[in-house]
């Protein structure tokens, strides 16, 4: 037995060795597809990356969930539903997609800073519909707190609001799994992962590379780890202002891939408490994005048509 035992642990440093010298060279080959998708702006000394497409009066900003390695490409499925009425914007954030990974701490302050900042200098003008998914609605909230009159309504992808975490959010647990993720793409288990049933089937072949090219150099690196130490302090920056008084549609997921029924029932109550808010609930995972664009996007055009007759 301890012969057999001695064996296994041989064979499975030779594959984690492997796999680390094919992801070494996988990434220099890959280089070629990490080329930004949209353009690159400075910010604090840094390029941080945002993509534009399609025309329209009104300007509808995608904001990404944590961890969402390739945002662009994330939300895609979804935007180009929508980039023939109205001006697409995704914003990747230092750490995401074609942005840098910087120093310094990432509150949701920091955050709210450089995103403003690089849609003045990319030349994008407010107000914006933010449309976040999952941990970026308590930016999005903190922006329509902070900043009302860039903010003309929120459209919630199945996103995070303050009652939806609790204490387990932020135990040592999931920081601990967050590193060992990051030991993952180091060696390269990471590139396991994103196998083309990952992905969407709306995006391309190439896509599809370009998305696990980029995922294989960045995933869960410090950038996005250190968020997740920021929400407590920002829950509690949104606790101590009212909450925005705007038009806010929520599309709310069966909560099988987050916190189930306390996900929803977080969202449904912070709803609650608006005067012009409504939720729709899809019978599909958080990536709601990927599984329900279609009704999503009908939902979405209805929705935006009726700010038409609210004062802007």
Known sequence: MKTISRGIRILLIVFLLALFIYNRL???????????????????GRNMSVYTEGEGERTLVFMAASAVAAPILEYKPLYTLLGDDYRIVVIEKFGYGFSDVVDGERSFETMLRQDREVLSKAGIEGPFILCPHSMSGIEAILWAQRYPDEV?????????????????????KRHLLA???????????????????????????????????????????????????????????????PKPDLPMLMFISDGSETGGESWIEAQKEYASDLTDAQTIDLDCGHMIHKYRQEQITEEMRAFIESLNGLER
């Open 152 to 172: 003309e309504a929120i459209i919630g992808l199945d996103m995070s609001v303050p009652g939806a975490y609790g204490k387990e959010d932020f135990s040592w």
């Open 179 to 241: 590193y060992l993720l990051a030991t993952g793409r180091e060696i390269g288990i990471v590139r396991l992962f994103f196998t083309d049933s990952t992905f969407s089937d709306a995006l391309t072949h190439h896509e599809k590379d370009i998305y696990r090219a980029v995922a294989s150099s960045n995933y869960c690196n410090k950038n996005v780890r250190s968020e997740g130490k920021h929400i407590p302090k920002a829950i509690d920056l949104i606790n101590s202002e």
């Open 26 to 44: 996988m990434y220099i080959k890959e280089e070629p597809l990490r080329r930004p998708l949209g353009q690159l702006v400075e910010v604090d």
